[in-house]
């Protein structure tokens, strides 16, 4: 199992279910999806992505930019997928970008389209980066960054084991989404929901509102009370928003 991409969070409900499939943020693990998963519904099948070198896959050499990411996952992703009848991904921050490339390349090498590409915490794929590099920072000006985002337990960044640990898989992942590129002509067809914390420092509704142009389909935006988190205290209304707008997909 340490080699697998994909963990289940929640049970199969049986033929016809809609499989979620949930990309982690920089830092993240399939198990931060495991609420959500508990509020999406038992009519949804939820996995998670887990990246290597964190948790059950801690031994395996981290993978340090996007396209990797999406190389590693994609025969995983094609198999849970192309049986399904219905399935729709959902990414957090860094987690959006990784769902959107898996996305196009599933409508590209397989003519399978997410039924809904959900995006949240994340500026559109095509956004400049910001002047700040977050992998470039000194330990202690990292740790900062990660108490200010919030997601990241203080007492963790105490302990020295812990905090190298983290350090590492973090400066790792943010080097991968900032030295990410996208043109502003990439698309998908499938239709795109993005989501932001009204407080979130790394995104706005006005930036996540650019994910509009990346696709052919429809797109709608919203925002959250909270800051880069926001999904931790609005899971209730986040599941019931994967439901409507999945059920809408299948309705159109």
């Known amino acids: 199992m340490g080699s ?18 949930c990309f982690p943020h920089a830092g993240g693990s399939a198990i ?29 050499p981290l993978v340090g930019n996007i396209s990797g990411l999406v190389d590693g996952l994609l025969p995983e992703l094609i198999a849970a997928v192309e049986g399904a009848q219905d399935f729709s991904l959902f ?27 959900f995006a949240s915490g994340r500026r559109a794929p095509s956004a400049a ?12 000006e990292l740790c900062e960054q990660l108490l200010q985002f919030g997601g990241t337990p203080a007492a963790l960044l105490e302990d020295p084991e812990f905090r190298e640990l983290i350090l590492s898989i973090v400066r790792n992942d943010y080097r991968a989404i900032e030295t990410y590129e996208c043109s502003a002509d990439a698309m998908v067809s499938s239709p795109i929901v993005a989501m932001v914390g009204d407080r979130d420092p790394d995104a706005s509704l006005a930036e996540i509102e650019v994910w509009g142009s990346h696709t052919t389909g429809s797109f709608f935006a ?5 800051g880069h988190f926001f999904i931790d205290a609005n899971r209730q209304p986040i599941g019931q928003l994967i439901r409507d707008h999945c059920t809408r997909a299948l309705s159109s």
């Open 4 to 21: 697998s991409w994909l963990r289940p969070l929640s049970p199969a409900p049986g033929d016809g279910s809609h499989k979620l499939v």
């Open 222 to 226: 919203k925002s959250f009370p909270g």
């Open 129 to 140: 980066q910001p002047e700040l590099r977050v992998h470039l920072l000194r330990d202690r």
């Open 91 to 117: 990414g957090h921050s860094m987690g959006s970008v990784v769902a959107f490339e898996a996305c196009a390349r599933l409508e590209q090498k397989l003519g399978v389209r997410a039924r809904v590409l």
């Open 32 to 60: 931060s999806f495991g609420p959500l998963a508990e509020c999406v519904g038992a009519e949804y099948e939820v996995l998670a992505v887990q990246y290597p070198g964190r948790q059950d896959r801690r031994r395996e």
